[in-house]
């Protein structure tokens, strides 16, 4: 497995805080303003945010046209289908839940790579790709047969999961010659873009003015996670081998569940204990140093 330095978990740690607690904040959001609107506004306040890093760092905005249609496909599986499916899944799910279902993406990523990109799995990283998949079941099982239950918010989760997971696959092995913060720049328009358009179709009788709650998530969003932590992951997930960069971030939904028991009051069920515990596991499995090789 691949060996993390000192710069890199740094950022994977700020990534890990900043998107765990945006989980809660999402819910709150999604609950007070209509989601397709919520996702898209965050996204118009954001992308100035992420503009300025580029002029800040000096990275041009320029993309060769002969980039486009890549750029587009990778913008549709990195961004586009998991921000739609995550924002409409968020009204019917725990956001916990919704979180620990989100990151299943490492079991998505772990297995397109070995089966489709012949990417050899070390024994490690199966291992982390099976606790996960243990996690997942529970959680499927108790949404499946609980009266309660939300099938339809599951599989839209699963979906954005999928196509992530792909689209960090497709990302590490790109050829464009672009920085991958214009790249990050140009996918988050492609992705205002298709969400502005699908709000105004669906969403426009629904709009009214946001309450305290949702402005300040639209806030957050637009700030840190689209002026931020998304252009960080994406330079992460672009220099690191797939399956290192995935399962390093199972510890994103403990967070999420944490603090969306302890903010929104949510339930924690013995199906999330054990969902997180082998979510753990996955972490490890990437994370533990490796024995050095002797003689």
Not at 11 to 32: D, E, H, R
Not at 56 to 78: D, I, Q, S, Y
Not at 224 to 234: D, M, P, R, S
Request: aromatic content about 12%; glycine content about 8%.
């Amino acid at each position: 497995m691949h060996a993390l330095n000192r710069s890199q978990l740094t950022l994977l740690a700020l990534i890990t805080v900043l998107w765990g607690l945006n989980w809660p904040i999402v819910k709150l959001g999604v609950t007070q303003f209509p989601p397709l609107s919520f996702r898209s506004v965050s996204m118009w306040l954001g992308l100035p945010v992420l503009a300025a890093v580029l002029w800040w760092m000096k990275v041009p905005f320029r993309l060769a046209r002969h980039h486009w249609a890549e750029t587009f496909r990778l913008g549709m599986f990195n961004l586009v289908i998991w921000n739609v499916c995550l924002v409409l899944a968020m009204r019917s799910l725990p956001s916990g839940r919704a979180a620990i279902l989100g990151y299943t993406m490492p079991i998505f990523s772990a297995l397109i790579g070995a089966l489709w990109y012949a990417a050899p799995l070390a024994r490690r990283g199966w291992v982390g790709v099976s606790a996960a998949a243990v996690g997942v079941a529970l959680l499927l099982w108790h949404e499946i047969t609980g009266l309660a239950g939300h099938p339809l918010g599951v599989a839209l989760m699963l979906m954005a999961a999928a196509t992530w997971a792909l689209g960090t696959q497709m990302l590490r092995r790109t050829t464009i010659e672009a920085h991958t913060l214009t790249l990050a720049f140009w996918m988050s328009v492609q992705t205002m873009v298709v969400c502005t358009v699908l709000a105004v179709v669906f969403e426009r009788h629904q709009w009214g003015t946001a309450g305290h709650g949702a402005a300040g998530s639209i806030a957050y969003n637009a700030v840190l996670i689209f002026g931020l932590t998304q252009a960080v992951w994406f330079t992460l997930a672009r220099s690191l081998p797939p399956t290192a960069s995935t399962l390093s971030t199972m510890l994103i939904p403990i967070v999420g569940v944490f603090s969306g028991a302890w903010w929104l009051g949510e339930v924690l069920r013995w199906q999330d204990w054990a969902a997180m515990g082998l979510m753990v596991v996955a972490l490890g499995s990437v994370l533990w140093p490796a024995r050095s090789a002797v003689g």
